[in-house]
């Protein structure tokens, strides 16, 4: 077979793409700007604002920020509280407007391609700091939804959200180890002090297979208060996890440019 053979489909194919990128030009998901040739899915400055690029970052826990940053060898205000049932939380972005509306968009307007752009960010950013944590985490768990979540979304954007990370860091991820065994109700409607009620009790194990002595990285889009985060911790740890750990694309009180929500 001749190699440098033309492939007049493929040309015809890319000189369709062209047109209709002529007729109906490729605009970015978040504020509609039309993109560049060099953008993809969202525009350069909406990208911006879908990463914060901390300040600090917390030897403890692993929390990041603009501002208040902690005095070295202290805990951070992102720290778990005492009790926790979790090690600490790496997240991305603070919870603001725009990383709010990716979010919103991606789950629940199924914008899988904005799943893609955080899903980047989460390994641009954190495969590094998780990596430093060194033999500690064994196997990466998305936080599950209850399965009549999971089918009329038609996906747990956890799970999308994990996979890249877990072959970024060269781990296994279960999306089984964990499961929903309640339907609850969803934990931004609630106020914050009503968060643990609502969840307590909704997770249970996946499988019997044995969790001894092993670390779990939990991955969610957004975590606000902790309450799923050491709900999903204290049911790992009961089944005989050593340490539990979690990572999201967007967090509650980073801080940064935008007022968090
Ligand atoms: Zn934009
Ligand atoms: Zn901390």
Known sequence: MNP????PLAA???WGAAVLDFVYPPLCMICRNRLSAAEHTVCDACRTRLDLRPQWRCQICGGAGIGGEPRPGRPCRLCPPAGAAWRGV???VGYGTLPARCVHMFKYQRRIELGRVMARLICERL???IG????RIDVIAPVPLHWARRMGRGFNQSTLLARPLASALGLPMNPRLLRRVRYTRRQALLPREQRGDNIRGAFGLGSRAGLDGLGVLLIDD???SGATIDECARTLMSAGAREVW???YARAGMGGPEPEE
């Open 4 to 7: 440098i053979r033309p492939r």
């Open 12 to 14: 015809i194919r890319g």
């Open 90 to 92: 790496f997240s991305v």
């Open 127 to 129: 495969a590094g700091p």
């Open 132 to 135: 430093a944590l060194a033999g």
């Open 222 to 224: 957004v975590v606000t």
């Open 246 to 248: 979690a990572a999201s």
